[in-house]
Each structure stands twice: as C-alpha cells, then as structure tokens.
C-alpha cells in the first residue's frame, strides 16, 4: 500500500544544515497534503511543518519559522524539509506524513497527527553543540 521513505537525516554541527526527503509510493501523490513531524527523546513527537497539495501553501511551527522550509516535486513524488541554522534542540527523529488525499474547498494548515493516516519510519537528526 502506502509506502513513505524518509532519508537525509545525520549528525550535523549546531548551524548548519540538513535537507530531508520523503519518497510516497502507492498512492497519488499530488492528491495529498504532506507533513513533517519530529519526537526528541523523551518527548511527544510534534508538528514541524505541512505543505498543501499543490505547495503553494505551508505552515510551521513557531520554532521551525525561518530555519526550516518545506517544499514538493509532485512529478517525483517527494517533499523536502530544508533545514538551516540547526540547533541542538532540533534534535530528533523526523517522520514523513501523507494526509488523507481529501480534497477541500480552501486550505487549512492540518496540524494535528490525526490529520495524517499515513507515516514513514522516521529518520534520525542530530544537532551536536
């Protein structure tokens, strides 16, 4: 069925820079608001970052506003997460998530990990000081 591959993640220096890629398989890619989320140890995973279908839209969270950027290619079925400025406190797992593939009448930012049914293995960012 739905497949989501994360890749990108490593160890990076507090400053610099990563850029994670998510491949979707078996399901319409463009049909389907993409997500970023990450888990630190020991915390709840969280919302990072959403991108509407046709990627003119997106939303972050407060600490990922002007560090981070999330971005698609719907013609190779892959959302990015740009990030920049890293810090120690990025540190985590960030997971690919695929919305329902609903579509609607306007764009609402889907914030929430219920918005997304389905979610990749994770792939591991760390931020040394």
């Known amino acids: 069925q739905v497949q989501l591959v994360e890749s990108g993640g490593g160890l990076v220096q507090a400053g610099g820079s990563l850029q994670l890629s998510c491949a979707a398989s078996g399901l319409t890619f463009s049909r389907h608001v993409m997500g970023w989320f990450r888990q630190a140890p020991g915390k709840e995973r969280e919302f990072v970052a959403t991108?509407?279908?046709?990627?003119?839209?997106?939303y972050y969270q407060d600490s990922a506003k002007g560090r981070f950027t999330i971005s698609r290619d719907n013609a190779k079925n892959t959302v990015y997460l740009q990030m920049n400025s890293l810090k120690p406190e990025d540190t985590a797992v960030f997971y690919c998530a695929a919305g329902s593939g609903r579509a609607g009448a306007a764009w609402v930012a889907r914030i929430r990990q219920n918005d997304y049914p389905y979610w990749g293995q994770g792939t591991q960012v760390t931020v040394s000081s």
């Open positions: 991108i509407s279908r046709s990627g003119t839209n997106t």
